[in-house]
Structures are given as structure tokens and as C-alpha cells.
């Protein structure tokens, strides 16, 4: 089983759709995790941060972490065509520093 | 606001040559990480550097990679000789801190990333 999973789509909404990305992981101690958008040849760059269960809101963004089913969310409000790009959920064991990442879903936001 | 850079943006090197890359974390951060990322593979870690010393390596960052800070200013990431599959991308990336109890300060933060090409 690997560590880290997500769907690679790609995922194609129109502009202004609600979208839904997910991850599911198998080592019940990791304890912070991310989310990163990355653009094509691009540095991954950080979303959105949480740390244990929980829900967490940053303007158009909500991640949510459920620990007791190993899987996480980014809930994306009114996309936009400028949202179209991959997103990586990345997570890190307590006491450790390495990011262990899925392989990331690409997004396709259509005007 | 402050980033990671690195350069150059893209390496193209022969097979068994020795490459340099370099990276300038922001500047008050403490700690410093190199990851790369082979063309549709997911990002991987490969090593941790703090108060002048690896305090974290993965599997892949075996005796031909180093990693360096020679000043107050630079990250290096040594690869003794280049083998075909070492072709990928790069990331340095650099935290304030390590992560300890939810504080978001303490997430890592990418660079643009190496194209490294190897012939």
C-alpha cells in the first residue's frame, strides 16, 4: 500500500464550480499536513497548512483532515480558470522533517 | 515577500560529470531541504540540513550527493557523478523552524526548482 494516495486525473470543472480533491493515507502518525499547487516547471507552493483533525479556511480554499479515516481534503470555491494546476497533498510525521507527497491531481478550470 | 531561489534554472550535463546546484534560502530561516522530482513521478525527499549538519537523508541521497552551506547565504546540493537517472527536477526549499505543535511559520517553502538533463 502506498504511503501517500491520490487520484492523478486530470479533473476538469467549468469556472465557478466547486471543486473536491482528496487524499488518503496509511501511516496513522502523520500529523501535519498540506496542500501545494504547483504550475507546470514550477516550485511546489504552499495552499493551505493543518495540523492534526480538522477543518481549516483560507478565502476560497477549506481543507479538512479526518485521522480516524486516514484521508484528507481541498475544497476549492468559485474556481477559476487561474486554479487550473496541479495540487499536491503533502503530509510529515510528528518529530520528523521530510514532506512525504502524493503524486498530485491535475486540475483543469474552463472559462 | 521573500522566496527560495535557485540556480540555474536548467543543467544539462554528461553522464559521470559532477553538477552544482545552488539555492539561497530566505534568509531567516534556520532549516533547508533539497527534493526532486523525476518528470511525472511525484516529488521525493532527499535530505534536511540544520545548524550545519544533515539531520535528515532518504534512501536516494546515497554517497555520490553532498549537501553544502559554504556562506551565510548559499545551499548546495553536489552530485559526484551523474548517472542517466538522476534527470529531474530540483527543489530546495527552507523553514523558519521544524514543525512542533501547528504553528504554519513552520512549513517549508519551495524554490522554482533545477531542470537537471543528464546525456
Known amino acids: 500500500q502506498k504511503e501517500v494516495e491520490q487520484d492523478p486525473g486530470p479533473l476538469s470543472v467549468p469556472e465557478g464550480a466547486i471543486v473536491s480533491l482528496n487524499c488518503t493515507y496509511s501511516?496513522?502518525?502523520?500529523?501535519?499536513f498540506m496542500w501545494y499547487r504547483q504550475y507546470s516547471r514550477k516550485g511546489p507552493e504552499l495552499l493551505m497548512y493543518?495540523?492534526?483533525?480538522g477543518n481549516k479556511e483560507d478565502g476560497r480554499f477549506t481543507a479538512q483532515v479526518d485521522k480516524s479515516s486516514k484521508y484528507i481534503s481541498l475544497f476549492i470555491r468559485d474556481s477559476q480558470p487561474s486554479d487550473s494546476a496541479t495540487y499536491l497533498c503533502a503530509m510529515i510525521l510528528e518529530g520528523f522533517q521530510k514532506l512525504v507527497f502524493g503524486t498530485g491531481t491535475r486540475l483543469l478550470v474552463s472559462p | 515577500e521573500p522566496e527560495v531561489t535557485q540556480t540555474p534554472s536548467h543543467q544539462v550535463t554528461q553522464m559521470g560529470q559532477e553538477v552544482i546546484l545552488r539555492c539561497v534560502p530566505i534568509?531567516?530561516?534556520?532549516?533547508f531541504y533539497w527534493y526532486r522530482q523525476i518528470l511525472g513521478q511525484k516529488v521525493e525527499f532527499l535530505v534536511s540540513?540544520?545548524?550545519?549538519?544533515?539531520?535528515?537523508k532518504s534512501e536516494i541521497f546515497d554517497d555520490q550527493f553532498s549537501v553544502e552551506r559554504p556562506d551565510g547565504s548559499n545551499f548546495t546540493l553536489k552530485i559526484r557523478s551523474t548517472k542517466l537517472e538522476d534527470s529531474a527536477m530540483y527543489f530546495c526549499?527552507?523553514?523558519?523552524?521544524?514543525?512542533?505543535?501547528?504553528?504554519?511559520?513552520?512549513?517549508?517553502?519551495f524554490g522554482p526548482g533545477t531542470r537537471l538533463t543528464v546525456l
Open positions: 540540513f540544520y545548524n550545519n549538519e544533515i539531520s535528515e
Open positions: 493543518t495540523y492534526s483533525s
Open positions: 526549499a527552507s523553514s523558519e523552524y521544524r514543525l512542533a505543535g501547528g504553528s504554519s511559520t513552520d512549513t517549508q517553502y
Open positions: 501511516n496513522s502518525a502523520f500529523q501535519y
Open positions: 534568509s531567516n530561516h534556520l532549516y
